[in-house]
């Protein structure tokens, strides 16, 4: 059971990420520490709550794009005051993901939102930025072993070069799972690409995410 | 009977300009304000894609293809978002090496910190830069083949859109929220070089202008923010170039179809997203409004039933012209393509709301 003290300082966590204010997270995030509390749990029930949260709100449409940048970067600013403090055998789900903009596409706003989440959940990202050629994602999966690689694609005219990464990783490595997203990927097109799984938006591709490494963990 | 027989032989460039003039017109036309190009056609021409972006003889070759391929109604020129960011400095990537089809980016910007939008000015000679005259070339090329029998059309960026070819994006986004000033002054920069070009283009052959805003629809930025840094330089571009000028914006635009509307523009382009007919409950009967077919998911992986079916859903949804909702992505077979033009043509007269009221 939290403490009032430690719900307090969640909220003011959570609300200090949908209010994208940075200052009263990096306070919250500096008394959480002092009173010797568990980080990860403030990372969770607090900054990625308020993400989730912001994610609402832009379903919503209340919040839009540079809303989210800025709640982004209030969930960066606790996360890189807690982080250091995090053991990692605490964290819950563990696991390394390959992601990155495809080639053609500069538009890395939605992959840089999906990065918060998985950085925030305890996971290993090797982001390999936008515009990125198509052997690259291959080469990164192989050389690090990451369970997923997540792709992502702002415009049509790019989308389309999805189809070829899909099947060079899966051909290397069948078992890697890879998830896709961006404004117009859509099931459909997910399924006819190969892909495991599709993500509308960063809370979603986290917790698909989170389900597609359960399902590797199970199958070994 | 006689002006049937004048309906009956209208060109389709009478038909497309006319709608404008407020002409009496025999049907809805099918085209576009935006790339068009297929791979069938550079096979055909034997051009790679990544060719057509800098010589004025192959654009021009290609951007008349659709007209002789498929019927289309219009020709449109240039493909990619990278001419207006290059004549003010950035650098292009046209992806030579790459073997499967890919749009030209941006690859350095020339907006490096916010301090730096301020210094962003537009050189006299602005429209001499770059490839401008490459696609002006192409237009005087383009009319002069075709120019009697259909439409010659061009595009611009929006000024937003264009400042994110010019700066990261996610500082411009923050900027939006941060420093609305500084990104309004850099905007307004931008229109009067927007301006400039849409005059010379104009002068060059092409006989409208779709003034692309791709950065702005409500999947990305809110109603507030349209109306604040959207909508005050796409007003000034709008009652500052020549008429036929359409305004696009991709992706999710019910929210601002009002504002879009009030921007000066003579038609409305809209993407999938939109839902026409709750566009129509705003926007009224009277505004011309273009769309929306799927230029991927409907044209490339349909069949030509699902085009037939996608061309009724946007006349039905009362759109003037039957045009896709963004470029057409080159790969679409020309049976789709064909499929499109056919079904216009077929219901284009017995369907359109305009003509039946």
Sequence with gaps: MATEKEQELLEKLANGVVNYDEEAVKEAAQEWLALGLDPNKAVFDGLVKGMQECGRLYEEQEYFVPELLMCADALYAGLDILRPHMKSEDVGVRGQVVMGVVQGDVHDIGKNLVKVMFEAAGFTVHDLGRDVPLEKFVEEQLRTDSEIVALSAMMTTTMVGMKNIIKAIKEKNPKAKIMIGGAPVTEDIAAKFGADGYAKDASNALKDAINMISSLRDLT | ?357
Aim: with cysteine; proline share 6%.
């Design chain 2, 1 to 357: 009977m006689e002006r049937g027989f004048e309906l009956m032989t209208m060109t389709s460039r009478e038909r497309v300009l006319g709608l404008f003039e407020g002409k009496e017109v025999d049907r809805i036309a099918c085209y576009s304000g935006m790339g068009n190009v297929t791979t069938a056609a550079l096979e055909q021409l034997g051009y790679r894609f990544p060719e057509i972006h800098g010589d004025a003889q192959k654009m021009a070759a290609a951007g008349a293809s659709s007209y002789h391929l498929f019927g289309y109604e219009c020709a449109v020129i240039p493909w990619d978002m990278c001419v207006e960011a290059e004549a003010l400095g950035c650098v292009m990537n046209a992806y030579e090496d790459v073997a499967h089809l890919l749009y030209p980016t941006i690859k350095e910007k020339i907006i490096h910190a916010p301090e730096d939008m301020s210094k962003v000015t537009i050189p006299p000679d602005y429209p001499e830069r770059g490839r401008f005259p490459v696609v002006m070339e192409a237009l005087g090329a383009i009319k002069k083949e075709i120019g009697n029998e259909v439409a010659v059309g061009t595009w611009l960026l929006g000024p937003f859109t264009l400042a994110g070819q010019i700066m990261d994006l996610n500082d411009l986004f923050k900027l939006v929220f941060k420093k609305p000033a500084e990104v309004n002054a850099l905007l307004d920069t931008l229109a009067d070089g927007l301006i400039m070009v849409a005059k010379k283009y104009k002068e060059a052959g092409a006989d409208y202008i779709t003034i692309r805003e791709m950065g702005a629809p409500t999947d990305v930025l809110s109603p507030r923010s349209f109306k604040q840094v959207i909508k005050p330089h796409l007003e000034k571009i709008f009652s500052q170039i020549d008429s036929p000028k359409i305004l696009h914006i991709c992706g999710d635009t019910n929210l601002i179809i009002g504002m879009m509307n009030e921007c000066g523009a003579d038609a409305i382009s809209v993407e999938t997203k939109n839902d026409l007919v709750k566009s129509r409950e705003v926007i009224g009967p009277e505004p011309l409004l273009f769309g929306k077919i799927d230029g991927y998911n409907v044209l490339v992986n349909g069949t030509p039933e699902d085009v037939e079916r996608a061309v009724l859903e946007s006349i039905e949804g009362g759109v003037d012209a039957v045009w896709p909702a963004c470029d057409i992505w080159p790969t679409a077979p020309l049976s789709n393509l064909r499929a499109m033009v056919e079904t216009v043509k077929k219901y284009g007269a017995e369907k359109w709301a305009r003509k039946n009221r």
